[in-house]
C-alpha cells in the first residue's frame, strides 16, 4: 500500500502536467508539500487525507474539480489502460439509463424529463431520443436538473440541439491543455427524435447541479432557449481526468475549460445563476406554474 507521502506525489505530479491553467501549478505545489513536511497529514486515513489535501488545494486554487477521492473499488497503479475510465463511465450510464430517472406528461400538457447524468451522445442517443419522442407532443418542457452531478460534454450538446432547429447554432468551446487546441461544439444536425421548437423550456436547478447539468443550464439560458428555475448551481466548467494515485485514491485534474460562444466566458467557480431564483424543492411548482400560464396566454 502506498505511503500518503507517495499518494501526494503522484498527485502533484499529475496536477503539474495535466491542470488547464499550468501557472497555478506551482502554488498548489508549495501549499501542498508545506503541509506534509508540517505533518499535517500524520495519522489520517485515506478518506480524510482525500478531504484534507482536497481543501487545501482549493484554497490557493478555488476549482471544484480538483480534488483526491476516495473510491471503494480498488485501483490498478499500472500504466493505464486508456480505455479503463470511459469503459466505467460508459457502465455506470448503461446501470443508470444514461441519466434519464423519469418522464412524465402533466396536467395541461406539460412533460418533465428528470436527468440526473449527461450521457454520451451516440451511447445515450436511443434513450435521450426516447424522452424528447415523449416530450414532442407536450405544450411546455421542464428540465430537472437538480440532481444532475455531470457527463458528457457531447451528450451536453446534444440536448441541446433538441431546443434549435438545425445544425447551424455554434454552442461552446473546449481548450484542452494536452493539445494545445480547441473543440467547437454545435448544434446536431440528425436527431433520433423531433425537435422541440417554439415552446417554452424551464430548466430546473439546485446547489447539487454540476458540470455537464450545468452545461446544459447554462447553455440554453445563454442561447436565449430557456427559463432557469431554482438555485445557484455548484460551479464547474472544466472537463476533468481521473488518475489513480493509491489503491483506493484517484486525483481529478482538470484538463480543459469550457468557452460559451454568447458570454465568452463559463460558470467555473461561480455557478449557472437561475432567472426565476426560488428554492430548489419549489423550483418544478415555480415553473409548472410558469408554463401553464405560458400555455393559457
Not at 6 to 30: C, M, N, S
Not at 51 to 80: F, G, Y
Not at 101 to 123: C, K, N, P, W, Y
Not at 154 to 169: K, L, R, T
Request: net charge negative.
Amino acid at each position: 500500500m502506498p505511503t500518503h507521502e507517495e499518494i501526494i506525489e503522484r498527485a502533484l505530479e499529475r496536477i503539474g502536467a495535466g491542470y488547464v491553467f499550468p501557472e497555478k501549478t506551482a502554488d498548489i505545489d508549495a501549499a501542498v508539500r508545506r503541509r506534509l513536511a508540517a505533518g499535517e497529514y500524520d495519522g489520517l486515513d485515506e478518506r480524510a487525507l482525500c478531504e484534507a489535501v482536497t481543501a487545501h488545494i482549493q484554497e490557493v486554487c478555488p476549482d471544484k474539480h480538483l480534488r483526491l477521492m476516495w473510491v471503494e473499488e480498488p485501483q490498478s497503479l499500472e500504466p493505464e489502460d486508456q480505455d479503463a475510465g470511459r469503459t466505467a463511465f460508459l457502465a455506470l450510464l448503461e446501470a443508470e439509463n444514461h441519466g434519464v430517472r423519469r418522464v412524465e406528461r402533466l396536467e395541461g400538457g406539460v412533460t418533465v424529463v428528470d436527468l440526473r447524468l449527461i450521457s454520451t451522445a451516440d451511447e445515450g442517443a436511443a434513450v435521450i431520443g426516447a424522452a424528447m419522442q415523449m416530450a414532442s407532443r407536450g405544450s411546455a418542457l421542464v428540465l430537472d436538473l437538480r440532481a444532475c452531478r455531470g457527463g458528457s460534454p457531447e451528450g451536453a450538446a446534444m440536448w441541446c440541439s433538441y431546443f434549435f432547429p438545425d445544425d447551424q447554432v455554434h454552442l461552446n468551446d473546449i481548450y484542452e491543455r494536452a493539445t494545445g487546441t480547441t473543440r467547437q461544439y454545435w448544434t446536431l444536425a440528425h436527431l433520433p427524435a423531433p425537435r422541440y421548437l417554439d415552446r417554452p423550456v424551464y430548466v430546473l436547478t439546485s446547489a447539487l447541479t454540476f458540470s455537464g447539468g450545468e452545461d446544459v443550464a447554462y447553455t440554453l439560458q445563454a442561447h436565449g432557449r430557456a427559463v432557469l428555475v431554482g438555485e445557484t448551481t455548484r460551479g464547474g466548467a472544466h472537463p476533468t481526468d481521473r488518475h489513480a494515485v493509491g489503491e483506493h485514491v484517484l486525483v481529478a485534474v482538470p484538463a480543459a475549460r469550457t468557452i460559451n460562444t454568447v458570454t465568452g466566458g463559463n460558470w467555473e467557480g461561480v455557478g449557472v445563476v437561475p432567472d426565476v431564483p426560488v428554492p430548489a424543492d419549489q423550483a418544478l411548482d415555480a415553473a409548472l406554474k410558469a408554463a401553464r400560464a405560458a400555455a393559457g396566454s
